[in-house]
T-cell receptor, first 110, second 114 residues
Framework: QKEVEQDPGPLSVPEGAIVSLNCTYS??????FMWYRQYSRKGPELLMY????GNKEDGRFTAQVDKSSKYISLFIRDSQPSDSATYLC??????????FGDGTTLTVKP | GAGVSQSPSNKVTEKGKDVELRCDPI?????LYWYRQSLGQGLEFLIY????????KSGLPSDRFSAERTGGSVSTLTIQRTQQEDSAVYLC????????????FGPGTRLLVL
């Protein structure tokens, strides 16, 4: 079993929809949680970075961490065609390397 | 400032040849990572450098893969006697290090082994 499992998708939504992207993990030592966005033929770019359980909001994006359930989510409000990309969750322990999910490909249709 | 850069952006090689992939991290970033991303897959960790030393080489898939970093900056990933299954995008990332592990990625090198 993988340490990080990400909802595989692909996901296709109409413009303006709310998008929910999710990952679960098994390693209770993970302390830092990240979401990366990767456009086609580009490297991943950091979107959100959280440490504690709870919600963190940045514009249309909200990252949610539930350490008790070992579950993290990324919500995108008022989704735009420019949000079409692959979204990768990542997490790491205090000392270790980051472990990535396999990614969810999102398409937002105009 | 400049981000992480990688070269070449694309590489086509014949099976059995050696290839070298280069990564220039963000200036001042002491930590450097190599990942491999196959089509439709997530990121597979290969190796991690802190300065010039590599405390974690656990992800290198075989002894055909090696990496070095000199001067605490540029890193080279070498694949010897390439195989078709080595075809993938090789991504480099850097971070400040010292526990600040937010990673910034380069655009990747797309390797195709024929």
């Amino acid at each position: 079993q993988k340490e990080v499992e990400q909802d595989p998708g692909p996901l296709s939504v109409p413009e303006g929809a709310i998008v929910s992207l999710n990952c679960t993990y098994s390693n209770s030592a993970f302390q830092y949680f990240m979401w990366y966005r990767q456009y086609s033929r580009k490297g991943p770019e950091l979107l959100m970075y959280t440490y504690s359980s709870g919600n963190k909001e940045d514009g249309r994006f909200t990252a949610q961490v539930d350490k008790s359930s070992k579950y993290i989510s990324l919500f995108i409000r008022d989704s735009q065609p420019s949000d079409s990309a692959t979204y990768l969750c990542a997490m790491r322990t205090n000392a270790g390397k980051s472990t990535f999910g396999d990614g969810t490909t999102l398409t937002v249709k105009p | 400032g400049a981000g992480v850069s990688q070269s070449p952006s694309n590489k086509v090689t014949e099976k059995g040849k050696d290839v070298e992939l280069r990564c220039d991290p963000i200036s001042g970033h002491t930590a450097l990572y190599w990942y491999r991303q196959s089509l439709g897959q997530g990121l597979e960790f290969l190796i991690y450098f802190q300065g010039n030393s590599a405390p974690d080489k656990s992800g290198l898939p075989s002894d055909r893969f090696s990496a070095e970093r000199t001067g605490g900056s540029v890193s080279t990933l070498t694949i010897q006697r390439t195989q078709q299954e080595d075809s993938a995008v090789y991504l480099c990332a850097s971070s400040l290090g010292g526990g600040k592990e937010t990673q910034y990625f380069g655009p990747g090198t797309r390797l195709l082994v024929l």
